[in-house]
């Protein structure tokens, strides 16, 4: 696999600062990501942020890659209907793929394993192919109908990581809580950081 290249897809739940973040963060540590933003993530990033993001795939590549500071060639960004995209084909060797956040509906859709859009394909494939798929689901309470999908998704090999964070950290700012999700996402995508101090590496030995 290309360890270098890494896909990202942002749905339809509250919490878009998550993937926002984890993009730049990828993108900062040089990564190729292929990003996929759902018709309700866009929706979520208009409620949630000042972000106003164009309508064609193609702008809101060039948009976000200005706005991080990173060179274009670094996104490549597809809409939710690009079937001839590389990422619905397992013949394609990304590494792992995030869906951050991951809605409810979109995790129901990976694991009942419907592909009727290219997020959903995309992580069909992940799945098939026995690669790395991180999904970081933000709903709570949650239902027996979303725990029950949650662990036919981890019986798959899938990493389900909840945003939720710690408070061992002391966080001041809003910020600090959503590095400390971003941070454990990138360790499980084996990329370096500097995003939170380690549990024990503040304790004098």
């Not at 809101?60 to 990422?87: C, H, N, Y």
Request: hydrophobic share 45%; net charge neutral; proline share 5%.
């Amino acid at each position: 696999m290309d360890k270098n290249r890494i896909i990202l897809a942002l749905t339809g739940a509250s919490g878009v600062q998550y993937g926002l973040r984890l993009l730049q963060c990828l993108l900062q540590a040089g990564k190729s990501v292929y990003l996929m933003i759902s018709p309700a993530a866009q929706v979520v990033i208009a409620t949630e942020t000042d972000i106003k993001l164009p309508k064609q795939a193609h702008e809101i590549g060039a948009f976000l890659s200005a706005r991080f500071g990173t060179a274009p060639g670094l996104l490549e960004v597809f809409g939710k209907d690009q079937w001839m995209a590389p990422v619905a084909s397992g013949s394609h060797r990304a590494y792992a793929m995030v869906v951050c956040p991951c809605s409810s509906g979109s995790l129901a859709a990976i694991a009942a394993g419907t592909s009727d859009n290219l997020i959903e394909r995309a992580a069909d494939v992940m799945l098939k192919e026995q690669r790395k798929l991180i999904l970081v689901p933000r709903e709570t309470p949650l239902s027996l109908i979303h725990l029950e999908n949650m662990v036919r998704l981890a019986r798959m090999n899938a990493v389900l990581l909840p945003a939720n964070p710690g408070f061992y950290h002391r966080p001041q700012k809003i910020d600090e809580l959503v590095d400390f999700i971003v941070a454990r996402i990138l360790d499980h995508l084996d990329v370096d950081h500097q995003l939170l101090t380690r549990w024990g590496d503040d304790v004098d030995n």
